[in-house]
């Protein structure tokens, strides 16, 4: 029998043998996010020539990005092979080394299985429920692109998806979170998701998606908590939430920084929805908060479901809420992407506390974006 390490190793070099071959070109990139992608005559020659002999043989440039990922992640091979260990179910454990190959190789080597005409179709229909002309228009720098963005937030109506719900968003947003349902894991039964009369925590509030999408699944006798505090975030939230008033009284703000201590005074610059804290480059400052203080302080007979996307911040988010987590053993839906040891400490961190968790993990788009480490207390 082949040792977990073992197991992973295998896994992820018969991944990366078998996606050597491939050469995607636009059916695998997002160009409503990032643009055109980036080409020089060499990379231009190259694509012609994989597109020509597609799937027998290819060119592979071992190009420089590629050495670097190489590097990036090789220190984290043993943590990974734990977390591999430590995922509940086998589509889990392919979606760790999917993840790491798509890491190494990039787009033109390696799909993701969501990557499929059904996500096409999906990103189409969810632009088509755009409802009248009227739009909030939104700016902040984008470090990763090198440029400021300005884009308008779109005004949708979402009653022909299921949901009675209208809303300021972007199509990407509105599709990966109502209509591929990213915070639900749905490769189990039962599913893991947030259900009606639950208590949830939001953390990464941001424009009010997640806030209402949560409010409308805990229905009349449930409570969503949900944090932000960026004051652009917090003044298109208020918005959203004002255009759902049957929605809008499950809701309560926390205008803070979810971290593993409170009352700190962190630095930030606002990003909109990719703002973070403590990146050395903010001159704008927040106070912290923790879970565990928002229970205490609120009174919280339980937690049903902790959410977080907070770019980066989401390991100190979960020590803080340690004693939440101790307590009520919550459901938990962590985003694990925004830095590359994620995959490897926020599992451990759960490991660690020794509470009975089962963990998953699912990825929602065709990029590196929107991995989701999911949680829910074994059976006893």
Known sequence: MLTSKTAFSVALMQELIGDMPNWYGSENWEPELFGAPRTSPKSWLITKFNERFAGRIAIVPIESSIRQNVFSVESLLTGLSD???????????????????????????????????????????????????????????AP???????????????????????????????????????????????????????????????????????????????????FEFVPNNLEVLRRNLHLNVQLEGRVKIVEAALWDRCGEQLEYAARGPATSLSDGSGSLRVPTTTIDELVNSQHLARVDLIKMDIEGAELRGLKGAEETIRRFRPKLAISAYHRHEDLVVIPDYLASLDVGYSLYLDHFTIYEGETVLFAIPKQV
């Not at 949830?200 to 949900?226: E, K």
Request: charged share 25%.
């Open 144 to 226: 990763w692109l090198e440029r400021t963005l300005s884009f308008d937030l779109s005004h949708f109506a979402l009653n022909r998806i299921g949901y009675p719900i209208e809303l300021f968003s972007t199509a990407s947003g509105i599709h990966t979170l109502f209509i591929a349902r990213q915070y639900e894991y749905r490769k189990r039964t039962p599913p893991i998701q947030a259900e009606a009369g639950d208590c949830v925590i939001d953390g990464g509030g941001c424009w009010g998606d997640t806030a209402l999408y949560f409010a409308h699944a805990v229905g009349p006798g449930g409570r969503v908590y949900t």
């Open 83 to 141: 977390t591999y260990e430590l995922s509940t179910d086998e589509s889990s454990k392919a979606m760790l080394v999917k993840l790491l190959a798509y890491r190494i190789m990039g787009y033109r080597k390696v799909k993701f299985p969501v990557n499929t005409p059904l996500y096409w179709s999906e990103r189409r229909l969810a632009k088509s429920l755009v409802d009248t002309s009227e739009a909030v228009k939104v700016e902040f720098h």
